[in-house]
């Protein structure tokens, strides 16, 4: 698969996140390339707290990896900011020019939320809407969980109090959301994959779908059940 879309910041991710659920190999090559691709858009026009700028195109309209879609075009800067972010500590590249466009895009979305906690405009571990707090979510628990362990914790607690009593939430995305949840190994995520689980079994089940989303959802849901057997 050829990582980098010149014209897509969000295409370029989304196949880097296919990837990365399906455990594939990257060779160091296409590590680097890719890692200096993204942190190249450090900063740029359109960028979300100096993290990395989607392309024009991008702002049209995307998807999340689980099929939602996004128009608000802060949403769409804020969560490929925060996707960005996750792939430059997966892809682990040791590079002073990527680490530096790294450092600065952490640091401008790390004032942002420092600010808003503080000012009360936000829970600790959350942002504004559920799509862009699970996003955060999977830039926090790639940097480390342990080190992330607090906001992390008080995030998922928030996000508990919007169970609607079926195995979902209201305002966050359910796939999505188990994708970041599966990814956190606390005993606050275990608890919401299990309040989940019966959704995820009935979709493990279901007849196989001829879908890049509907595959997605099945790896993702099959994951997130091995957490908790």
Avoid at 23 to 33: A, G, V, Y
Avoid at 54 to 73: A, Q, Y
Avoid at 125 to 146: H, I, P, Q, Y
Wanted: glycine content about 6%; proline content about 2%; some cysteine.
């Amino acid at each position: 698969m050829n990582i980098i879309d010149n014209k897509s910041l969000y295409k370029t991710l989304d196949n880097l996140n296919q990837i990365f659920l399906r455990k594939e190999f990257i060779s160091l090559s296409d590590r680097k390339n890719t890692a200096r691709w993204i942190s190249d858009r450090q900063g740029l026009k359109g960028s979300y707290t100096d993290m990395f700028a989607p392309t024009e195109s991008d702002f049209n309209e995307i998807k999340l990896f689980t099929g939602d879609k996004l128009t608000s075009k802060a949403s769409i800067a804020h969560i490929l900011g925060e996707e960005s972010l996750r792939a430059l500590y997966l892809l682990n590249v040791q590079d002073r020019k990527i680490q530096d466009a790294f450092d600065k895009a952490r640091s401008g979305i790390m004032k942002v939320l420092k600010r808003n906690y503080e000012a009360g405009i936000y829970p600790d571990g959350t942002f504004c809407c559920g799509k862009c707090t699970v996003a955060l979510w999977r830039n926090l628990s790639a940097e480390g969980v342990r080190k992330n362990k607090k906001s992390l914790e008080s995030g998922i607690n928030y996000m508990k109090s919007f169970r609607d009593g079926k195995g979902k939430y209201n305002r966050f995305p359910f796939f999505y959301t188990v994708l970041a949840l599966s990814d956190i190994d606390l005993p606050e995520s275990k608890a919401e994959i299990e309040y989940c689980s019966s959704l995820l079994r009935k979709y493990v089940k279901r007849k196989e779908q001829n879908d890049i989303y509907s595959e997605r959802k099945k790896i993702i849901a099959e994951r997130a059940l091995e957490m908790i057997s």
